[in-house]
């Protein structure tokens, strides 16, 4: 029998499972996560070689003229060193880790979670997934405010691949695309795109691109050579957020 159940917990029948708790379900990028693995042992020991935690999301990759989904991890973390989990054996072990300042936040079809895996020797590696709610922070939150407060609307929030230009740490941008929906900008714009680029500083960097609305012939020779288009920086901090509606019009103006 014993032979029988270490042949099926290397296949995953009857071996170590795992089970990840979090403190809460809803965090802002740079907030610390925690929580608790819990490890169950099978029929037979194991050992377990590492219990690593992996914070993936999903983004879309342009090929062939047509777009699907790939899993990108944004970070790992190592909890422990190798260990014996014996036969029906539980063991609890507490982790924290800062979500990173580029975590994409949970908007339209942007999701994170946290998976949970056992580097078992000799067998499976089982996992767990948690999904977090990523919500914006304070600086993020004042940009979407003023957005909104200038009559825009959003349409559509996707991770999307980033060019070579615009890639950091991570191959992908979360890109946030507004349409005006009243306000000044009605009628002089197609939609505003917003992609932000943090920084470990506090400050952050936002990208705006400026899609003018086509007037007349010479306006339509520029939209179908994508010339209508104008891609603006701002640097921003938290001390700007009383400012920032003015701010952001002001660039608006400037290329509308």
């Known amino acids: ?63 062939d003229d047509r777009k699907y989904s790939v899993t990108a991890c944004i970070d790992r973390f190592r909890l422990t060193s190798p260990f014996m989990i014996q036969v029906n054996e539980k063991k609890r072990i507490p982790f924290s880790f800062q979500l990173p300042e580029d975590t994409p936040v949970s908007i339209g079809r942007s999701k994170v979670w946290v998976s949970t895996g056992l580097d078992i020797k000799n067998g499976v ?28 609307r959003i349409r559509e929030a996707d991770c999307e691949e980033a060019p070579h230009r615009l890639r950091r740490r991570l191959p992908f941008v979360q890109e946030f695309e507004f349409v005006p929906a009243s306000g000044p900008f009605r009628g002089r714009l197609d939609e505003l795109e917003v992609v932000f680029f943090p920084s470990a500083n506090g400050s952050m960097d936002i990208m705006l691109q400026v899609d003018r609305r086509a007037r007349g012939l010479a306006g339509l020779f520029s939209e179908a050579l994508e010339m209508d288009e104008t891609n603006v920086r701002l640097n921003v901090t938290n001390a700007d957020i009383p400012s920032l509606q003015p701010k952001i019009e002001s660039v608006i103006h400037r290329y509308a």
């Open 1 to 63: 029998m014993s032979f029988f159940n270490k042949v099926f917990a290397s296949v995953g029948i009857g071996a170590a499972t795992v089970d990840t708790k979090l403190e809460k379900d809803t965090y802002m990028p740079g907030e610390t996560v925690k929580g608790i693995v819990e490890v169950s042992g099978g029929k037979v020991e194991q050992q377990v070689d590492d219990i690593y935690l992996s914070l993936n999301t999903t983004y879309l990759r342009e090929a």
């Open 125 to 152: 590696d089982p996992s767990d997934k948690d999904y977090l709610k990523v919500v914006p922070n304070p600086l993020m939150t004042a940009v979407f405010n003023a957005i909104d407060n200038l009559g825009f």
